[in-house]
């Protein structure tokens, strides 16, 4: 007999078992990767960042060489479907209303008694995604932005709330030092159309329709 050595026996056993590792099946990969899972929002991420980048450059003055500048452009293009797209599927106002002013009440009014050289516009809020609609009890949600007069702040935002017949409107002063729950009439007489209130009798002429927001284009513009 030919004696076999401790170190042979343990490189059989070594030698034995990658014989018996090579003959097993190969693992199939498995049917879904979950890489392919976060293409479509890396992509859409990668969009909006280069269309950023871009107006950044635009901004300091910079130009990227023309290949870069082309690939930009492309990219610009994609970013605003995806805004579009977006948008799209949320652009209704106060309850399902086509436009952020499709109402009486949303435009462009001045105060001209109580802050003169300032201005208010009243718009429509959006709908939220999944049915969550901009009202509260059959009212319109609605947002004042204004400022600029004679004894208030720069700007200003303040919550409103549109009967859904377009009978009235309920402003929270609060934010600017005024009241809450500030009830309003839209009338048309003679010191024109306009917002009167209730308790101070004090009247908002309408200086201005107001505008809806623009539709999508080849632009970064958001939808209507």
């Not at 462009?108 to 709908?127: Q, S, W």
Request: hydrophobic share 35%; with cysteine; charged share 25%.
């Amino acid at each position: 007999k030919i004696p076999i050595s401790e170190s042979d026996s343990e490189s059989s056993r070594h030698t034995g078992s990658r014989e018996r590792a090579s003959t097993r099946p190969a693992r199939a990969p498995p049917a879904h990767s979950h890489r392919t899972l976060f293409v479509q929002p890396i992509s859409e991420a990668a969009i909006m960042l280069a269309a950023l980048h871009s107006v950044l450059l635009a901004t300091l003055g910079l130009s990227p060489s023309p290949l870069v500048a082309t690939r930009r452009a492309a990219l610009a293009s994609a970013a605003a479907a995806v805004l579009c797209r977006d948008r799209a599927s949320a652009a209704t106002y106060g309850g399902g209303r086509a436009s952020r002013c499709d109402s009486i009440f949303a435009g462009t009014f001045t105060d001209p008694i109580n802050h003169p050289g300032g201005v208010r516009e009243i718009t429509l809020n959006a709908d939220g995604m999944g049915g969550r609609d901009a009202t509260v009890m059959g009212r319109r949600l609605a947002t004042v932005a204004g400022g600029g007069g004679r004894g208030e702040p720069e700007r200003f935002r303040l919550e409103a709330l549109v009967d859904g017949d377009d009978g009235g409107i309920t402003i929270d002063f609060t934010p600017k030092g005024g009241p809450d729950n500030f009830r309003g009439r839209f009338e048309a007489g003679g010191d024109g159309e306009g917002i009167r209130f209730v308790k101070d009798k004090n009247f908002w002429p309408k200086v201005k329709a107001c505008t809806p927001l623009p539709p999508c284009s080849s632009g970064v513009t958001p939808c209507a």
